[in-house]
């Protein structure tokens, strides 16, 4: 990857997490990074294939992600709470997840792009699922459903309230059950 295109694809992540897919252009990216607006056309015909890219580079991210979490901590318990952080950490810099924001755009961005989501949500499921499973949670997979769900939103009210331990304060039931 160019490091040009590396720079477009962190700018337009931010301001994805920052301000939502729609609330932003590629004249706004462009200047915020410093180059023309046929940069960023080089690099990214329309916004839908921006949108993709992102997207699947938040899924490569969160799978290596994945596999340092299953292979640095010893339970479930531990690897569910360190993704609990990971997602606070967002409402420390003032951010959302990233493929939360574009789903709550879901009206508005293409096919390809709402493709890409629902991988990167069946992937997330599935390794949540899998750590309530090693948990011995009778029903692991609605219980991943409510995780996922209780995340998304309790890092939209801990930005809201302005209050990052939103976040651990509504997962901690999730996670002991």
Same mark, same amino acid.
């Given at each position: 990857m160019?490091?040009?295109?590396?720079?477009? %694809?962190?700018?337009?992540? @931010?301001?994805?997490?920052?301000?939502?897919f729609?609330?932003?252009s590629?004249?706004d990216l462009?200047?915020?990074?410093?180059?023309k607006?046929? /940069?960023?056309? @080089?690099?990214?015909?329309?916004?839908?294939?921006?949108?993709?890219?992102l997207?699947?580079?938040?899924l490569?991210?969160?799978?290596?992600?994945?596999?340092?979490?299953?292979a640095g901590?010893?339970?479930?318990?531990?690897r569910?709470?360190?993704?609990v952080e990971?997602?606070?950490? @967002?409402?420390?810099k003032?951010?959302?997840?990233?493929?939360g924001? %574009?789903?709550?755009? %879901?009206?508005?961005?293409? *096919?390809?792009?709402?493709?890409?989501?629902?991988a990167?949500?069946?992937?997330? *499921?599935?390794?949540?699922t899998?750590?309530?499973?090693?948990?011995?949670? /009778?029903?692991?997979?609605d *219980?991943?459903?409510?995780?996922?769900?209780? %995340?998304?939103?309790?890092v939209?009210?801990? *930005?809201l309230e302005?209050?990052p331990?939103?976040?651990?304060?509504a997962?901690?039931?999730?996670i002991?059950?």
């Amino acid at each position: 990857m160019t490091d040009t295109r590396a720079r477009i %694809l962190d700018v337009a992540a @931010y301001l994805t997490q920052t301000r939502g897919f729609n609330g932003f252009s590629y004249i706004d990216l462009a200047e915020e990074i410093g180059v023309k607006t046929s /940069s960023i056309h @080089y690099h990214f015909k329309v916004k839908a294939d921006l949108g993709l890219a992102l997207v699947e580079r938040t899924l490569e991210e969160h799978i290596v992600g994945f596999q340092n979490l299953d292979a640095g901590l010893q339970t479930p318990e531990q690897r569910l709470s360190a993704m609990v952080e990971f997602f606070q950490a @967002y409402v420390e810099k003032d951010k959302f997840c990233l493929c939360g924001m %574009l789903s709550a755009e %879901l009206s508005s961005v293409s *096919r390809d792009v709402k493709r890409s989501l629902k991988a990167y949500f069946r992937t997330l *499921r599935t390794w949540i699922t899998t750590q309530f499973k090693e948990m011995g949670v /009778s029903d692991p997979e609605d *219980r991943a459903l409510s995780f996922i769900s209780a %995340l998304e939103g309790a890092v939209l009210l801990a *930005r809201l309230e302005d209050d990052p331990s939103v976040v651990a304060k509504a997962m901690k039931q999730i996670i002991k059950g």
